[in-house]
């Protein structure tokens, strides 16, 4: 199975920030990696696929990068409402492992 | 509305079954992939089986032998039979719309949930 490992497992960043959270695959994956968003108590929130493409809706503040092995979430300009855990999630093989998440909290 | 509404949830006894259900509206769903995914409480996300447009099911290392994934087009519903439950299986039970009838592809929209306890 591929593992996903995200980092930092949390971080502490004010409103106007710029926030990147790392998430590496065991192995390569092309660009089969999306990124989510999940508020507590919530359902998680599809945010970006294909390692890059923003799903309909997302603010263009959220952007994704990488391939292969090594892959990035960067929020630009944090808002209020963007506090909240964030997971990666390959789907080039079966299991689709997620990453372990990443809380955002506020500093 | 496109949204996905799960259901069957509740507390059940270890080594029983329960069959928990997604029912999808706004959109073709015959057309698309399903996924199911689990948070057992205060942990992160597990993916644990799809059932793809043309019937391809795969499964989650943990739930592989008891759990079932099955879908019903012409109610827009997919279900998923869990038997020989175990306490590690208590979490919360999202569906998930894949964004294509393949399986290995990302998920563009999430139902709210349904809570299984398992508990003597």
């Known amino acids: 199975d591929i593992q996903m490992t995200q980092s930092p497992s949390s971080v502490s960043a004010s409103v106007g920030d710029r926030v990147t959270i790392t998430c590496r695959a065991s192995?390569?994956?092309?660009?089969?990696l999306a990124w989510f968003q999940q508020k507590p108590g919530k359902a998680p929130k599809s945010l970006i696929y294909?390692?890059?493409s923003l799903e309909s809706g997302v603010p263009s503040r959220f952007s994704g990068s990488g391939s292969g092995t090594d892959f990035t979430l960067t929020i630009s300009n944090l808002q209020p409402e963007d506090f909240a855990t964030y997971y990666c999630?390959?789907?080039?093989?079966?299991?689709?492992?997620f990453g372990g998440g990443t809380k955002v909290e506020i500093k | 509305q496109v949204q996905l509404v799960e259901s069957g949830g509740g507390v059940v006894q270890p080594g029983t079954s329960l069959r928990v259900s997604c029912e999808g509206s706004?959109?073709?769903?015959?057309?698309?992939?399903m996924h199911w995914v689990r948070q057992a409480p205060g942990k992160g996300l597990e993916w644990v089986a799809v059932?793809?447009?043309?019937?391809?099911?795969k499964y989650g290392d943990s739930v592989k032998g008891r759990f079932t994934v099955s879908r019903d087009n012409s109610k827009a519903t997919q279900s998923l039979q869990m038997s020989n439950l175990r306490g590690e299986d208590t979490a919360v039970y999202y569906c998930?719309?894949?964004?294509?009838?393949?399986?290995?592809?990302?998920?563009?929209?999430w139902g709210r949930g349904t809570t299984v306890t398992v508990s003597s």
């Open positions: 998930a719309k894949g964004r294509s009838g393949w399986p290995n592809d990302a998920f563009d929209l």
């Open positions: 706004g959109f073709t769903f015959i057309s698309y992939a």
């Open positions: 059932m793809s447009s043309d019937g391809n099911k």
């Open positions: 192995q390569g994956i092309t660009n089969y």
């Open positions: 294909a390692a890059s």
């Open positions: 999630q390959h789907y080039n093989t079966f299991p689709h492992t």
